[in-house]
């Protein structure tokens, strides 16, 4: 398959990225990438087309993952208004064309990102090389997949939409955060807190706790604040928000059983790594009472390689090649 060229692409509510993969002695390689705004084409298949006429060697077919449920071949990306399915695609020569989860492509990525492209959060050096591994992280939305291992080597990514699960707080302070959310969504849902949008609602709803009044619309903005002044109140938003993902990945590696690790990736964790090692995460992850034992020993990691999800894609449709 050396001479082999698929698309592989990697769209998420805000942006969009696309590569060539080629695969050599069982490696993979991304050659021509290219990301932009999503915002920049009006139409998904207008920004694959875009990729595609730049390409010097057309690719014969290929897999994108996109940030939302797949159903019967047809996405509705779930925070931006692009649209498409696999019918659509192959008019543009991509024959086969497959559409995945995102998170279903970091499952099948996150194994074969390089050490270096690892951050380590606490825990063991390894987990169990045959356990489940699970991925999950907040961006634009939250995602949530794990990749399934056994003792045969035998390996099954299962996505999931586990960011729409409800959030469930961990001390008085988040029962407040909850009550005042309930006002606006009656549902509180992980995603209303644990994303980019989500820290702004957690820091809106923390000034209301404290009688204080913030004008912060953006969720740059309390990022930026809290790097520089973390005694600042966007440094205890920030925080709360570290907290908070390292409860939710504690609970979601009970859930999956993912004692081969826990992978968190999507866009903001990489901006806030050394906050997010100084945060309470990992305190927060072990804290699950009678199975304490059990989360301390999974290690848990950051995914700083912004190409994971494209690499997963890859080994998929090199996979799906295989079989044909």
Known sequence: MTDLRLLVGDVG???ARFAIARCNDGRIWLEAHDSFPAEHYPTFRQGVAAFIDGCEVKPSGGVIAVAGPIEDGTIDLTNSPWRTSEKELGALGLNPV????DFEALAWGAPIVTPEQLASLGGPDAGDPLATIAVLGPGTGFGVSALVRDVHGREMALPSEGGHACFAPGDPVEDEILRILRRRYTRVSIERLICGPGLLNMHRALAEIDGRETHIDDPAEITRDALADPNSPCGATLARFCAILGAVAGDIA????????VYI???IAPR??????????RERFERKGRFQDYVAAIPTRVIMDRHAALLGAARV????AAGR
């Open 13 to 15: 509510g805000t942006n």
């Open 98 to 101: 497959r559409l995945i989860n």
């Open 254 to 261: 009970l859930t999956m059983g993912a004692r081969g690790g």
């Open 317 to 320: 449709a090199f996979q799906e």
């Open 272 to 281: 806030i790594l050394p906050f997010l090692k100084a945060s309470p995460f």
């Open 265 to 267: 990736a999507g866009g």
